[in-house]
């Protein structure tokens, strides 16, 4: 059993950045893919980007360029570097993991992952 654990997140100004974090706190996980997703109260859950253990990444397209995953293997950690942030990117943001097998990092959808974090608040005001 994998438990993940988000920290990072609060209240920003629009145009500033802000890093998350999602820290594998239980369980066994050195080679599984790790993702960020987001969501607004209400709506369903965005796919933000996918990191597999060799680095192989998978990302939005409405976010690439803004948004950046990275992940630490030795800390069992992935990232999640957020630039330029604006209103529109207030949401609860997720780490998820899988543990299955898989090939690339192109799963984007949330069935695909095994685990997932408790989530972080990140409020961008205007």
């Known amino acids: 059993h994998v438990v993940l654990v988000e920290s990072g997140g609060g209240l920003v100004q629009t145009g500033t950045s802000l890093r998350v974090s999602c820290s594998v706190s239980?369980?066994?996980?050195?080679?599984?893919?790790m993702a960020w997703f987001r969501q607004v109260i209400g709506q369903e859950m965005e796919f933000i980007a996918s990191?597999?253990?060799?680095?192989?990444?998978t990302s939005a397209d409405s976010l690439k360029g803004r948004f950046t995953i990275s992940r630490d293997n030795a800390k069992q950690t992935e990232y999640l570097q957020m630039n330029n942030l604006q209103p529109e990117d207030t949401a609860i943001y997720f780490c998820?993991?899988?543990?299955?097998?898989?090939?690339?990092?192109?799963?984007?959808?949330?069935?695909?992952?095994?685990?997932w974090g408790q989530g972080t608040q990140v409020t961008v005001s205007s």
């Open positions: 239980s369980g066994t996980f050195s080679k599984g893919l």
């Open positions: 990191i597999s253990w060799s680095g192989s990444i």
């Open positions: 998820a993991a899988r543990t299955r097998s898989y090939t690339g990092s192109q799963y984007s959808q949330p069935s695909d992952y095994d685990y």
